[in-house]
């Protein structure tokens, strides 16, 4: 059975930072491509970053590019998000992600097959 736990959540000023972690359980997860997501009150979840199995591959949206950095470590199963010069607008509950294929859009939710429960990020003006 695999496990995505997300850690590292809290609140935090404009302009700082915070590091996401996303440990994984089960399956062997340096076979997978991995995915951020988050979803902000009111709104609809969306993709913030993906990683591919190498962890040479990234990808980002736009409002995150610059900012937020995604990484893995597979001798420790865990995937980073890294978030510097937050924003208010970056509140959220984030997800981690394994991703069902190698290729296709790291974008699309209906590509990923398990999901962690989520953590909060809160950024204060």
């Known amino acids: 059975q695999v496990q995505l736990v997300e850690s590292g959540g809290g609140l935090v000023q404009a302009g700082g930072s915070l590091r996401l972690s996303c440990a994984a359980s089960?399956?062997?997860?340096?076979?997978?491509?991995m995915g951020w997501f988050r979803q902000a009150p009111g709104k609809e979840r969306e993709f913030v970053a993906g990683?591919?199995?190498?962890?040479?591959?990234?990808y980002y949206t736009d409002s995150v590019k610059g900012r937020f950095t995604i990484s893995r470590d597979n001798a420790k199963n865990t995937v980073y998000l890294q978030m510097n010069s937050l924003k208010p607008e970056d509140t959220a509950v984030y997800y981690c992600?394994?991703?069902?294929?190698?290729?296709?859009?790291?974008?699309?939710?209906?590509?990923?097959?398990?999901w962690g429960l989520g953590t909060q990020v809160t950024v204060s003006s």
């Open positions: 992600a394994r991703r069902l294929y190698s290729s296709g859009s790291y974008s699309n939710q209906r590509e990923y097959a398990y």
């Open positions: 089960g399956g062997t997860f340096s076979s997978y491509n």
């Open positions: 990683i591919n199995w190498t962890g040479v591959g990234t």
